[in-house]
């Protein structure tokens, strides 16, 4: 079951980002996005909650971005379901596209992003090298050991 975040979901919200990216806050193509300014999507599954997406509409920019997305089960269909709802909301605003930004060592992301229709639109060279002197929380080495480095764009017509 997807459900919005309400108050109560604060501190589960805010231990998951800590966890999953260090702190409070993403940084996506320079730019710095707190926890407390995005919209969530909470998935729960026998009273727990079990992930959660956080997004950005851009009314005015016809887009939406999504800042972050987390199942705590992997490979059981908690991301996929939360994404299609994201999607859902985006489409229902009239936004024109969604993206996102992954990072260069997140190969099991870009093979779920693209398996669910998302194309690769852009490459940041060295873009987590700079996020990581605002944020020197973010590691020097990713998923499987890979240097974390660059920024790749992702992007779904809606
Ligand atoms: C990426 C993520 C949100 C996907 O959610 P999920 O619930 O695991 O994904 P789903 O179960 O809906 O899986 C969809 C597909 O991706 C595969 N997959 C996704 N993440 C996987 C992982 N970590 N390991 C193995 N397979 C994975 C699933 O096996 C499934 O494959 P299929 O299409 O062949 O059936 C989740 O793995 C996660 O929380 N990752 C860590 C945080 C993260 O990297 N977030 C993205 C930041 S940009």
Redesign the pocket.
């Known amino acids: 079951m997807l459900a919005p975040s309400t108050n109560e979901d604060r501190e589960w919200m805010k231990e998951l980002w800590v966890n ?2 260090g702190g409070e806050t993403v940084i996506s193509k320079g730019k710095e996005h707190h926890l407390r300014d995005v919209e969530a999507l909470i998935a729960w599954m026998d009273g727990e909650r079990v ?1 959660a ?1 956080t997004y950005r509409l851009s009314e005015s920019d016809d887009y939406c971005e ?1 800042t ?16 299609a709802v994201v999607e859902q909301i985006a489409k229902q605003a009239g936004l024109k596209h969604i993206w ?4 260069n060592d ?1 190969v ?2 870009l ?3 693209q ?2 229709g998302y194309r690769i639109v852009a490459f940041h060279p060295n873009a987590v090298d700079e996020a990581r002197k605002r944020k020197p929380a973010i590691p020097l080495i990713g ?1 499987y050991g890979i240097p974390l480095r660059d920024e790749i764009e992702l992007q779904k017509l809606l």
């Open positions: 999953e990216f992930g997406a999504l972050g997305i987390n199942a705590v089960i992997k490979g059981s269909g908690i991301g996929s379901e939360l994404l996102l930004i992954t990072t997140n099991d992301a093979r779920f992003y398996r669910l998923f």
